[in-house]
Protein backbone atom coordinates (compact mmCIF):
# COMPACT_ATOMS: atom_id res chain seq x y z
CA UNK A 1 0.00 0.00 0.00
CA UNK A 2 1.36 3.31 -0.89
CA UNK A 3 1.98 5.49 2.38
CA UNK A 4 1.43 8.92 3.01
CA UNK A 5 4.59 10.53 2.48
CA UNK A 6 5.54 13.69 4.80
CA UNK A 7 9.17 12.90 4.14
CA UNK A 8 10.95 16.69 4.70
CA UNK A 9 13.80 15.33 1.35
CA UNK A 10 13.93 13.61 -0.71
CA UNK A 11 10.89 13.57 -0.11
CA UNK A 12 7.33 12.73 -2.18
CA UNK A 13 7.13 13.23 -6.21
CA UNK A 14 3.90 12.61 -8.55
CA UNK A 15 3.30 8.92 -8.57
CA UNK A 16 2.82 9.62 -12.50
CA UNK A 17 6.63 11.21 -12.56
CA UNK A 18 7.86 7.94 -10.50
CA UNK A 19 6.32 6.09 -13.33
CA UNK A 20 7.11 8.04 -16.25
CA UNK A 21 10.91 7.91 -14.60
CA UNK A 22 10.92 3.90 -14.70
CA UNK A 23 9.58 4.07 -17.87
CA UNK A 24 12.29 5.99 -19.17
CA UNK A 25 15.04 3.67 -17.24
CA UNK A 26 13.81 1.01 -18.86
CA UNK A 27 13.03 2.58 -22.32
CA UNK A 28 13.45 5.96 -23.19
CA UNK A 29 10.54 7.11 -25.68
CA UNK A 30 10.68 3.68 -27.61
CA UNK A 31 14.21 4.14 -28.40
CA UNK A 32 15.03 1.46 -27.37
CA UNK A 33 18.12 2.03 -25.06
CA UNK A 34 17.61 3.04 -21.03
CA UNK A 35 17.73 7.02 -20.18
CA UNK A 36 20.81 6.49 -17.84
CA UNK A 37 23.16 4.24 -20.61
CA UNK A 38 22.85 6.96 -23.66
CA UNK A 39 25.18 9.55 -24.18
CA UNK A 40 25.15 12.76 -22.72
CA UNK A 41 25.65 14.50 -25.77
CA UNK A 42 23.16 12.66 -27.83
CA UNK A 43 20.33 14.30 -29.14
CA UNK A 44 17.95 12.60 -26.66
CA UNK A 45 19.54 14.12 -24.15
CA UNK A 46 20.28 17.47 -25.00
CA UNK A 47 17.21 17.69 -25.63
CA UNK A 48 16.04 16.50 -22.23
CA UNK A 49 18.56 19.25 -21.21
CA UNK A 50 17.42 22.09 -23.29
CA UNK A 51 13.88 21.35 -22.30
CA UNK A 52 14.73 21.25 -18.29
CA UNK A 53 16.56 24.70 -18.46
CA UNK A 54 13.81 26.22 -20.79
CA UNK A 55 10.79 24.91 -18.72
CA UNK A 56 12.93 26.00 -15.23
CA UNK A 57 13.06 29.63 -16.99
CA UNK A 58 9.69 29.49 -18.00
CA UNK A 59 7.92 28.59 -14.49
CA UNK A 60 10.21 31.24 -12.67
CA UNK A 61 8.70 33.77 -15.46
CA UNK A 62 12.28 34.63 -16.48
CA UNK A 63 12.72 33.43 -20.21
CA UNK A 64 14.22 35.55 -22.37
CA UNK A 65 16.04 37.58 -19.85
CA UNK A 66 19.58 37.62 -19.36
CA UNK A 67 18.97 34.76 -16.80
CA UNK A 68 20.44 31.12 -17.32
CA UNK A 69 19.32 27.66 -15.59
CA UNK A 70 21.87 25.10 -14.72
CA UNK A 71 21.43 21.92 -13.67
CA UNK A 72 24.78 21.17 -11.12
CA UNK A 73 25.68 18.54 -9.16
CA UNK A 74 26.65 18.77 -5.18
CA UNK A 75 23.67 19.62 -3.61
CA UNK A 76 22.70 22.67 -2.62
CA UNK A 77 25.98 22.49 -0.20
CA UNK A 78 27.88 22.62 -3.02
CA UNK A 79 26.17 26.00 -3.85
CA UNK A 80 26.81 27.80 -0.10
CA UNK A 81 30.40 27.82 -1.32
CA UNK A 82 30.27 28.24 -4.71
CA UNK A 83 27.68 31.42 -4.10
CA UNK A 84 30.79 32.93 -2.37
CA UNK A 85 33.38 31.70 -4.71
CA UNK A 86 31.73 33.30 -7.90
CA UNK A 87 30.01 36.43 -5.93
CA UNK A 88 32.19 37.46 -3.13
CA UNK A 89 34.80 40.05 -3.13
CA UNK A 90 35.00 42.08 -0.25
CA UNK A 91 32.11 41.33 1.65
CA UNK A 92 28.56 40.12 1.71
CA UNK A 93 25.34 39.97 3.95
CA UNK A 94 23.94 36.41 5.45
CA UNK A 95 20.33 36.30 7.55
CA UNK A 96 20.48 33.88 9.42
CA UNK A 97 16.88 32.04 9.69
CA UNK A 98 18.58 28.11 10.27
CA UNK A 99 21.20 25.35 10.22
CA UNK A 100 21.21 25.94 6.47
CA UNK A 101 21.76 29.50 6.70
CA UNK A 102 24.29 28.78 9.60
CA UNK A 103 25.70 26.26 7.14
CA UNK A 104 25.76 28.84 4.11
CA UNK A 105 27.52 31.64 6.39
CA UNK A 106 30.45 29.06 7.25
CA UNK A 107 31.11 28.30 3.76
CA UNK A 108 31.22 32.32 2.43
CA UNK A 109 33.61 33.05 5.19
CA UNK A 110 36.54 31.26 3.33
CA UNK A 111 35.88 33.63 0.63
CA UNK A 112 35.61 36.71 1.97
CA UNK A 113 34.00 39.24 5.19
CA UNK A 114 30.39 38.14 5.82
CA UNK A 115 28.10 40.62 7.74
CA UNK A 116 25.07 38.22 9.80
CA UNK A 117 22.28 41.32 9.02
CA UNK A 118 19.98 39.50 11.40
CA UNK A 119 19.76 35.89 13.38
CA UNK A 120 17.01 34.31 14.83
CA UNK A 121 18.88 31.61 16.12
CA UNK A 122 19.20 32.48 19.96
CA UNK A 123 15.34 31.50 19.88
CA UNK A 124 16.18 28.59 17.53
CA UNK A 125 15.31 29.87 14.46
CA UNK A 126 11.32 29.66 15.42
CA UNK A 127 10.78 33.25 13.43
CA UNK A 128 12.09 35.18 10.57
CA UNK A 129 13.81 38.58 11.84
CA UNK A 130 12.91 41.56 9.87
CA UNK A 131 15.17 44.32 11.07
CA UNK A 132 18.36 44.21 9.25
CA UNK A 133 21.66 45.57 10.51
CA UNK A 134 22.68 48.28 8.54
CA UNK A 135 26.33 48.47 6.62
CA UNK A 136 28.28 49.28 3.89
CA UNK A 137 28.44 48.14 0.77
CA UNK A 138 27.87 44.43 0.15
CA UNK A 139 28.66 41.99 -2.94
CA UNK A 140 25.17 39.99 -2.42
CA UNK A 141 22.33 39.07 0.40
CA UNK A 142 22.30 35.47 0.84
CA UNK A 143 18.80 34.87 2.42
CA UNK A 144 16.99 31.05 2.70
CA UNK A 145 13.38 31.58 1.98
CA UNK A 146 12.56 28.73 3.43
CA UNK A 147 13.99 27.09 6.47
CA UNK A 148 13.61 22.99 5.72
CA UNK A 149 14.01 22.14 9.66
CA UNK A 150 11.99 24.61 11.58
CA UNK A 151 9.26 25.67 9.31
CA UNK A 152 9.54 28.79 8.59
CA UNK A 153 9.31 31.24 5.58
CA UNK A 154 10.23 34.71 3.82
CA UNK A 155 6.82 36.08 3.02
CA UNK A 156 8.07 39.56 2.40
CA UNK A 157 11.50 39.40 0.65
CA UNK A 158 13.40 41.92 1.95
CA UNK A 159 14.35 44.97 -0.78
CA UNK A 160 17.79 45.58 -0.62
CA UNK A 161 20.43 47.62 -2.93
CA UNK A 162 22.61 44.56 -3.07
CA UNK A 163 21.82 41.49 -5.59
CA UNK A 164 19.50 38.70 -3.66
CA UNK A 165 20.98 35.14 -3.64
CA UNK A 166 18.84 32.94 -2.25
CA UNK A 167 18.76 29.29 -1.59
CA UNK A 168 15.33 27.54 -2.15
CA UNK A 169 15.70 24.11 -1.84
CA UNK A 170 12.43 23.44 -0.08
CA UNK A 171 10.10 25.65 -2.09
CA UNK A 172 11.18 26.29 -5.50
CA UNK A 173 7.95 26.68 -7.57
CA UNK A 174 5.12 26.11 -4.64
CA UNK A 175 4.26 29.28 -5.70
CA UNK A 176 3.32 32.34 -7.86
CA UNK A 177 6.81 34.56 -7.23
CA UNK A 178 8.91 37.32 -8.39
CA UNK A 179 11.92 35.48 -8.81
CA UNK A 180 13.41 38.30 -10.25
CA UNK A 181 13.86 39.60 -7.30
CA UNK A 182 16.79 37.71 -7.33
CA UNK A 183 20.51 37.94 -9.12
CA UNK A 184 20.84 34.16 -8.33
CA UNK A 185 18.57 31.35 -6.60
CA UNK A 186 19.58 27.57 -6.23
CA UNK A 187 17.70 24.19 -5.30
CA UNK A 188 18.55 20.61 -4.52
CA UNK A 189 16.26 19.25 -6.24
CA UNK A 190 15.11 16.53 -3.46
CA UNK A 191 12.60 18.09 -1.62
CA UNK A 192 10.38 20.27 -4.11
CA UNK A 193 11.72 19.38 -7.86
CA UNK A 194 13.05 16.37 -8.19
CA UNK A 195 15.20 13.27 -7.02
CA UNK A 196 18.61 13.96 -4.84
CA UNK A 197 21.65 14.13 -7.28
CA UNK A 198 21.07 17.20 -9.22
CA UNK A 199 20.72 21.20 -8.11
CA UNK A 200 18.91 24.11 -10.39
CA UNK A 201 21.01 26.98 -10.53
CA UNK A 202 19.38 30.12 -11.44
CA UNK A 203 21.10 33.62 -12.52
CA UNK A 204 21.69 36.68 -13.94
CA UNK A 205 24.77 36.89 -16.32
CA UNK A 206 24.88 40.22 -15.30
CA UNK A 207 25.95 39.84 -11.50
CA UNK A 208 29.00 37.05 -12.67
CA UNK A 209 32.90 37.71 -13.52
CA UNK A 210 33.18 40.31 -11.35
CA UNK A 211 35.34 38.61 -8.58
CA UNK A 212 39.21 39.14 -8.94
CA UNK A 213 40.06 35.45 -8.00
CA UNK A 214 40.74 32.61 -10.55
CA UNK A 215 37.50 30.47 -10.14
CA UNK A 216 37.71 26.63 -10.87
CA UNK A 217 36.12 24.88 -13.76
CA UNK A 218 33.38 22.66 -12.22
CA UNK A 219 32.97 25.76 -9.71
CA UNK A 220 32.34 28.85 -12.46
CA UNK A 221 28.79 29.49 -12.99
CA UNK A 222 29.93 31.52 -16.22
CA UNK A 223 31.50 28.57 -18.05
CA UNK A 224 29.04 26.25 -16.81
CA UNK A 225 26.55 28.29 -18.66
CA UNK A 226 28.60 28.42 -21.68
CA UNK A 227 29.18 24.44 -21.59
CA UNK A 228 25.18 24.33 -21.37
CA UNK A 229 25.66 22.21 -17.72
CA UNK A 230 27.95 19.72 -19.49
CA UNK A 231 31.53 20.52 -18.10
CA UNK A 232 31.49 17.35 -17.25
CA UNK A 233 28.69 14.20 -17.73
CA UNK A 234 25.49 15.41 -16.10
CA UNK A 235 23.12 13.80 -13.69
CA UNK A 236 21.39 12.51 -16.70
CA UNK A 237 18.28 10.65 -14.47
CA UNK A 238 17.47 13.58 -11.85
CA UNK A 239 18.17 15.95 -14.28
CA UNK A 240 15.11 14.01 -16.66
CA UNK A 241 12.92 13.84 -13.66
CA UNK A 242 13.22 16.62 -12.60
CA UNK A 243 11.85 17.80 -16.05
CA UNK A 244 9.13 15.29 -15.90
CA UNK A 245 8.12 17.33 -12.17
CA UNK A 246 8.54 20.62 -14.55
CA UNK A 247 5.64 19.60 -16.91
CA UNK A 248 3.63 18.18 -14.22
CA UNK A 249 3.46 21.25 -12.06
CA UNK A 250 2.98 23.03 -16.13
CA UNK A 251 0.14 20.55 -16.19
CA UNK A 252 -1.46 21.87 -12.82
CA UNK A 253 -1.71 25.62 -13.91
CA UNK A 254 1.42 26.17 -13.32
CA UNK A 255 2.70 27.96 -10.22
CA UNK A 256 -0.51 29.23 -9.46
CA UNK A 257 -2.38 26.09 -9.73
CA UNK A 258 0.32 24.63 -7.39
CA UNK A 259 0.40 27.46 -4.84
CA UNK A 260 -3.26 27.54 -4.64
CA UNK A 261 -3.45 23.66 -3.96
CA UNK A 262 -0.57 24.19 -1.53
CA UNK A 263 -2.01 27.40 0.07
CA UNK A 264 -5.37 25.05 1.07
CA UNK A 265 -3.10 22.20 2.49
CA UNK A 266 -1.30 24.79 4.96
CA UNK A 267 -4.07 26.53 5.80
CA UNK A 268 -6.09 23.24 7.02
CA UNK A 269 -3.30 21.99 8.55
CA UNK A 270 -2.67 25.34 10.64
CA UNK A 271 -6.17 25.62 10.94
CA UNK A 272 -6.13 22.13 13.28
CA UNK A 273 -2.84 22.69 15.17
CA UNK A 274 -4.86 25.79 16.74
CA UNK A 275 -7.61 24.23 17.26
CA UNK A 276 -6.94 21.39 18.83
CA UNK A 277 -5.31 21.40 22.37
CA UNK A 278 -3.36 18.76 22.02
CA UNK A 279 -0.80 20.82 20.03
CA UNK A 280 0.93 23.65 19.73
CA UNK A 281 2.81 24.99 16.39
CA UNK A 282 6.60 25.74 16.60
CA UNK A 283 7.24 28.86 14.26
CA UNK A 284 5.65 32.17 14.76
CA UNK A 285 2.52 32.32 13.39
CA UNK A 286 3.15 35.33 10.29
CA UNK A 287 6.23 33.55 9.37
CA UNK A 288 4.45 30.00 8.78
CA UNK A 289 5.94 27.78 5.91
CA UNK A 290 3.89 27.08 3.28
CA UNK A 291 6.20 23.59 3.20
CA UNK A 292 6.83 22.44 6.47
CA UNK A 293 4.68 22.61 9.61
CA UNK A 294 6.58 21.92 12.45
CA UNK A 295 4.35 21.32 16.00
CA UNK A 296 4.64 19.83 19.09
CA UNK A 297 2.18 17.89 21.41
CA UNK A 298 1.57 19.38 24.55
CA UNK A 299 1.36 17.09 26.33
CA UNK A 300 4.64 15.25 25.57
CA UNK A 301 3.88 11.93 27.62
CA UNK A 302 1.20 10.81 25.19
CA UNK A 303 3.69 10.83 22.09
CA UNK A 304 3.79 7.18 21.70
CA UNK A 305 0.17 6.52 21.26
CA UNK A 306 -0.29 9.62 18.51
CA UNK A 307 2.80 8.13 17.16
CA UNK A 308 1.31 4.42 16.77
CA UNK A 309 -2.00 6.39 15.42
CA UNK A 310 -0.44 7.93 12.33
CA UNK A 311 2.18 5.23 11.55
CA UNK A 312 -1.32 2.35 11.99
CA UNK A 313 -3.08 5.05 9.63
CA UNK A 314 -0.27 4.63 6.90
CA UNK A 315 1.66 8.03 7.45
CA UNK A 316 5.33 8.06 6.91
CA UNK A 317 8.16 10.87 7.56
CA UNK A 318 6.21 13.19 10.53
CA UNK A 319 8.94 13.05 12.74
CA UNK A 320 10.28 16.50 13.91
CA UNK A 321 13.85 17.31 12.90
CA UNK A 322 16.14 16.34 16.22
CA UNK A 323 17.23 20.07 16.48
CA UNK A 324 13.41 20.89 17.50
CA UNK A 325 11.67 17.60 18.18
CA UNK A 326 7.75 17.06 17.89
CA UNK A 327 6.77 16.21 14.75
CA UNK A 328 6.85 17.97 11.39
CA UNK A 329 5.01 17.49 8.29
CA UNK A 330 6.10 18.46 4.66
CA UNK A 331 3.44 19.50 2.50
CA UNK A 332 5.31 19.71 -0.72
CA UNK A 333 3.50 20.22 -4.37
CA UNK A 334 3.28 16.20 -4.32
CA UNK A 335 1.29 15.83 -1.75
CA UNK A 336 -1.97 15.31 -2.28
CA UNK A 337 -5.20 16.79 -0.63
CA UNK A 338 -6.20 13.72 0.76
CA UNK A 339 -3.02 12.89 2.94
CA UNK A 340 -3.90 16.37 4.58
CA UNK A 341 -7.39 15.35 5.21
CA UNK A 342 -6.21 11.91 6.72
CA UNK A 343 -3.50 13.52 8.71
CA UNK A 344 -6.23 15.75 10.15
CA UNK A 345 -8.58 13.39 10.95
CA UNK A 346 -6.17 11.33 13.14
CA UNK A 347 -5.14 14.72 15.12
CA UNK A 348 -8.94 14.86 15.97
CA UNK A 349 -9.02 11.18 16.76
CA UNK A 350 -6.16 11.63 18.63
CA UNK A 351 -8.12 14.50 20.44
CA UNK A 352 -11.18 12.34 21.14
CA UNK A 353 -9.67 9.45 22.60
CA UNK A 354 -6.63 11.07 24.66
C1 LIG B 1 17.98 20.15 2.38
C2 LIG B 1 18.42 21.55 2.32
C3 LIG B 1 19.76 21.89 2.03
C4 LIG B 1 20.84 20.85 1.82
O1 LIG B 1 20.71 20.29 0.58
P1 LIG B 1 21.78 19.25 0.00
O2 LIG B 1 21.30 19.11 -1.41
O3 LIG B 1 21.65 18.00 0.81
O4 LIG B 1 23.13 19.85 0.10
C5 LIG B 1 20.09 23.23 1.96
N1 LIG B 1 19.18 24.19 2.15
C6 LIG B 1 17.88 23.91 2.43
C7 LIG B 1 16.92 25.02 2.62
C8 LIG B 1 17.47 22.58 2.52
O5 LIG B 1 16.19 22.29 2.79
Redesign the pocket.
Known amino acids: MKKHNFS??PAILPQEVLSQAADAVRDLNGSGLSLIEISHRSKAFVNIMEEACALSLELSGLEKTTYRALFLQ?????QFLMTAYNLLEKQAGYINT?S?SD?AIKEAKLFGNVVELASSKADNYNYIPKELKPTGDLDYVHI?T????FGTQFHDIPVLSAPLVA?M??DIFSRTFDYSKFGLFYA?A??NLGP?GT?LVIADMDILGKVSRAVPSMMDYSLQMAKDSMFNTPPVFPIYTALLNMRWIKAQGGLKGVGKANAHKASLLYSEIDRNDCFVGFAATEDRSQMNATFNLTDASTAERFDQLWNEAGISGLKGHRSVGGYRASIYNALPLASVELLIEIMKEFERTN
Open positions: AGGGASTGWKTNNTIDSSGQKAT
